[in-house]
């Protein structure tokens, strides 16, 4: 509870931080501050220190899991605000407000992921869509930055529009919203359920682009300024995915059987989509966006095996995964051209940055030392665990030796091509944070044990 | 500690190559660390080689059972061996080549190494794959970053393919450490999972994979001659001589004990496999006009009867096997290195364009003909104890059904890698000098040296192989003692 309040009322106070900051140094260094205090508040909480005591037990319920997810989500927020804080100036004026709506989201997140009542999920949705919306369109001036954020609301309130409705039905043939008391079992064969629950998974997929629900996955990365973009295909994602693993695993844990198949199909669609287009792009952040897309695939293993392991390699995945991406668009936002070519002979001009580009791609990749192949590797493991769906494994496998195909070519490109610079504005201490995620995700590759045993606190 | 400290050295000393800027401090630096490793090999043979000492075990992934376990058996010391001595070779012969950002170029050699002998000595699937890619990644970022024209084309090639068969070996240790008694990595526990027969054959194929393409057999060679072709000569000298050597000890270590069943059922595909690429490389040798890709073909053709060797099942095949591993690695080096000098020399490796040489230069032909004696397995060299036993071995294999027909056809190739070889030696050492050939003049003294060790080496085991074969007779019994099909096959009709 600690940490949906405070980011809630941290949201507010980065609101009014603009009138009483006319320059935008301490209103980065409020932001920074709230989030660590978020951070704090958050850990003190799993440690069984809560601040406000209300009883939620209808609406929410703080199960350790959603606290670590949580701590995960956070800390990766402090990260981008250490690497993109200063990019969002150049996107416009309200760069306190930008703030206030990341707060909003997180605490939307923080719903996400400790719902008992589906309701909750719906708000925390709606929480966490609405301020993307205005994120998408914020560079008021770019066309394409409007665009994208119309098709955005447009698809987005569609979906949320399937999501009520799905709602609605599984209220209507249940009798309740909580997810503790719905007797799933008992109405196993009852259409208005499965229609309902059919919706739900619909809406769902769509907020975390699922193949085939997937389509506005790559223009509203593309069209979104850098920064925003970075936070969406991060943390925002994966904690959808985390709260779309808590309604699967909570809720509808007695039908899943039914349901493996299909998740099975789909996350089989969306590798291959997103990964096979992803091999044709020509703009890095266009390949990021369906490769983003290719990532889910991956996630949503978790939700066709729902066992332990699965659990453990969502929360891995989280870090591997928004770290990488996080560092990879910050480096993005410094670039003047950011197609494959751009990256040419970026090793002469800057062996730092290409250096830590080169591990965000190897961990993205899956490639061992890497926390991105541990992530993978818990997925599989946790597929394999599960008995069946073998053939998701190898097909798996198989996209994954496609994904190295791109993320390679931006390798490339930097050590074996010559170019002009294209990358300029990196400050010393943003270095140090490159350098620092590229420590941590090394780390977290060789001793996963020092991670989780930290993680569980 | 010894085992430790032959990963631990590279590793270390690599990483601080990264750092260093002047290009005579990065040499001698790795010069340096390559023979400390040496020494530490031999202490280890020599002085160290009480079990213990090759045996390291510490927690690691707690989570997920897998230890950070080391041992070296008797093919795992003698390929460290081999790598701790071709190392500080390679760098030395290699002395003179220019590299643009020399210090990357060594870090990542030392990396590669580190991930050898990593390979060589891991008893663990887990640590074993980790070292399997860090292996295969520095040597990916060498070929392309200082190759040849074609070199970002052909190492990525190269990668994709290693890279999905790496893959594919993830999801079959995956599945059988599901399938293990307490969900362990370890290679005891793997050794004791009781798979089917059925689960057996399909994991089978998907670990066969990743060694195929390694080696590589028979249709997973395609990648090879390009890549050896395109790869700075330091690289193509590693992946020739050590890196196949991993698919090979990948057939031995992991496929033929874990997947006993299968290996019966399927070795005589594969050795069908394998032969059909050693008569068809052998053929393609012949028809070659550069030595490199020469000498690449011959590789796939010995690399091939290893494979053979392998499915027979048979504890001389076994014994042939792992002494043709390290004079393999020995030959194929000194191959590299006549290669390497004649292109300095001549700045061609064209067959056609050369010519005469031995009249101008004995002393580096004296040192070719008897590599390539030993290349042709000459009785007196290292690689006719190898071959003799294999030959051997697949004669009275009890496993294979056509024993005798693959020994015929692999005969054959033997017989066509002397017309090959003596032929290359013939066109390039001998005859009439041409204008390239006219000026040239003999090998430096510092050439010799090395080319003498490689000489030493290849007469050594030639000569006197009974401590190799000693060696590596635990190992071999005992792979056959957990490959051992019959009282399996047996419980599974039960």
């Known amino acids: ?457 | 500690m010894i085992a430790l400290l032959l990963i631990l050295v590279p590793l270390v000393s690599g990483l601080a190559t990264f750092l260093i800027k002047k290009e005579e401090q990065v040499r001698t630096w790795s010069l340096l660390a390559a023979i400390s490793t040496f020494i530490i090999a031999i202490l280890g043979v020599a002085v160290f080689a009480a079990p213990g000492n090759w045996t390291f075990r510490a927690a690691w992934m707690g989570l997920l059972n897998s230890s950070f376990s080391l041992r070296g058996d008797g093919m795992g010391i003698m390929l460290c061996m081999l790598t701790a001595l071709c190392y500080p070779v390679i760098f030395l012969s290699t002395w003179t080549t220019a590299y643009k950002k020399v210090n990357n170029f060594f870090g990542l050699m030392l990396l590669a190494q580190a991930g050898l002998m990593g390979v060589f000595l891991a008893m663990d699937a887990l640590l074993f794959y980790f070292f399997w890619e860090l292996a295969l990644i520095p040597v990916y970022f060498i070929c392309s970053q200082w190759g040849g024209e074609k070199r970002i084309a052909v190492t990525f090639k190269f990668f994709i393919y290693t890279f999905i068969g790496s893959l594919l070996m993830l999801v079959g240790i995956l599945y059988v450490y599901a399938h293990t008694p307490g969900h362990s990595f370890d290679i005891e526990a793997f050794y004791k999972s009781g798979l089917s027969a059925k689960e057996q054959t399909w994991l089978f194929w998907l670990f066969f994979v990743a060694f195929a393409v390694k080696m590589p057999i028979f249709p997973f060679h395609t990648w090879q001659p390009d890549t050896y072709q395109q790869s700075p000569t330091a690289a193509t000298m590693v992946l020739s001589a050590l890196m196949v050597k991993m698919g090979v000890l990948g057939l031995l270590r992991w496929l033929l004990p874990v997947f006993p069943i299968a290996s019966y059922l399927n070795g005589d595909t594969i050795s069908l496999l394998a032969v059909t690429g050693i008569i068809y490389a052998s053929l393609i040798a012949m028809r070659q006009d550069d030595m490199k890709r020469l000498v690449a073909y011959s590789s796939i053709a010995h690399i091939g009867l290893m494979c053979v060797a392998v499915f027979a099942e048979d504890k001389s095949a076994l014994q042939g096997t792992m002494i043709q591993m390290f004079s393999h690695g020995i030959n194929i080096l000194g191959m590299w290195m006549v290669v390497a000098i004649i292109e300095r020399k001549f700045g061609t490796v064209k067959i056609s364009a050369l010519g005469g040489i031995a009249q101008k230069a004995p002393a580096l032909t004296f040192f070719f003909v008897i590599i390539a004696f030993a290349n042709i397995a000459l009785p007196l060299t290292n690689a006719f104890i190898g071959e003799f036993l294999m030959f051997k071995g697949i004669l009275g294999s009890k496993v294979s059904q056509n024993g005798v027909l693959i020994m015929a056809t692999a005969g054959v190739g033997v017989i066509l890698g002397a017309v090959y070889t003596l032929r290359m030696g013939r066109k390039v050492f001998f005859g009439e000098t041409n204008a390239l050939t006219e000026k040239a003049t003999d090998i430096s003294f510092q050439e010799k040296a090395i080319l003498a060790i490689i000489i030493g080496a290849i007469l050594i085991v030639g000569i006197y192989p009974q401590p190799f074969l000693n060696a590596v007779d635990q190992t071999s019994q005992s792979i056959l003692k957990n490959s051992d099909v019959l009282p399996m096959l047996m419980k599974q009709k039960h």
């Open chain 1, 1 to 457: 509870m600690n940490a949906v309040l405070l980011s809630g009322l941290l949201g507010v106070v980065m609101m009014f931080a603009s009138f009483l900051f006319r320059t935008k140094a301490p209103v980065r260094v409020l932001a920074i501050l709230g989030i660590v205090l978020l951070l704090v508040a958050n850990i003190l909480e799993s440690k069984g220190l809560r601040l406000f005591h209300l009883d939620t037990t209808r609406f929410l319920s703080f199960s350790s899991y959603a606290l670590f997810f949580n701590t995960i989500a956070i800390a990766c927020t402090l990260v981008y605000f250490l690497i993109s804080s200063k990019d969002m100036q150049q996107v416009g004026n309200h760069y306190a407000e930008y703030f206030a709506l990341i707060f909003f989201i997180l605490t939307g997140i923080f719903l996400v992921t400790s719902f008992t009542n589906l309701l909750m999920l719906f708000l925390g949705i709606e929480i966490i869509s609405i301020p993307l919306y205005i994120l998408t369109g914020s560079a008021k001036k770019d066309l394409k930055s409007n665009e994208a954020a119309l098709k955005y609301l447009l698809m987005g309130a569609f979906s949320t529009g399937i999501m009520l409705l799905g709602i609605a039905f599984i209220y209507g043939a249940t009798g309740t919203f909580e997810i503790g008391k719905m007797n799933i079992a008992g109405l196993m064969k009852s259409n208005l359920l499965t229609t309902g629950m059919l919706l739900l998974l619909f809406s769902m997929c769509f907020k975390v682009s699922v193949a085939p629900f997937h389509f506005w996955t790559p223009d509203v990365y593309d069209g979104a300024p850098n920064v925003f973009t970075s936070f969406m295909a991060t943390i925002v994602k994966v904690g959808i995915f985390a709260g779309f693993l808590h309604l699967f695993y909570s809720a509808f844990d007695k039908v899943t059987l039914q349901w493996k198949f299909w998740l099975a199909i789909l996350a089989a669609l969306t590798l291959f989509v997103g990964n096979i287009t992803a091999v044709f792009q020509q703009s890095v952040k266009r390949m990021l966006a369906y490769s983003s897309i290719a990532q889910a695939g991956f996630m949503l293993f978790a939700l066709v095996a729902l066992n332990e392991t699965a659990h453990e390699g969502l929360l891995l995945y989280a870090i591997a995964y928004s770290l990488a991406t996080i560092g990879i668009f910050g480096i993005i936002a410094k670039m003047t051209d950011y197609s494959f070519d751009g990256f040419n002979g970026l090793a002469t001009h800057q062996p730092l940055v290409a250096l830590c580009v080169t591990i965000f791609m190897l961990s993205l990749a899956g490639i061992p030392l890497s926390a991105g192949f541990l992530a993978k590797f818990y997925m599989l493991k946790a597929v394999i665990q599960s008995g069946d769906y073998l053939w998701l494994v190898i097909f798996g496998v198989l996209m994954a030796a496609v994904s190295a195909y791109y993320y390679f070519r931006v390798i490339q490109a930097m050590y074996f091509k010559q170019g002009p610079n294209h990358f300029s504005g990196i400050s010393t201490f943003e270095k140090y944070v490159l350098v620092g995620i590229c420590v941590l995700i090394i780390f977290t590759g060789l001793f996963p044990n020092v991670i989780f045993g930290w993680l569980y606190f």
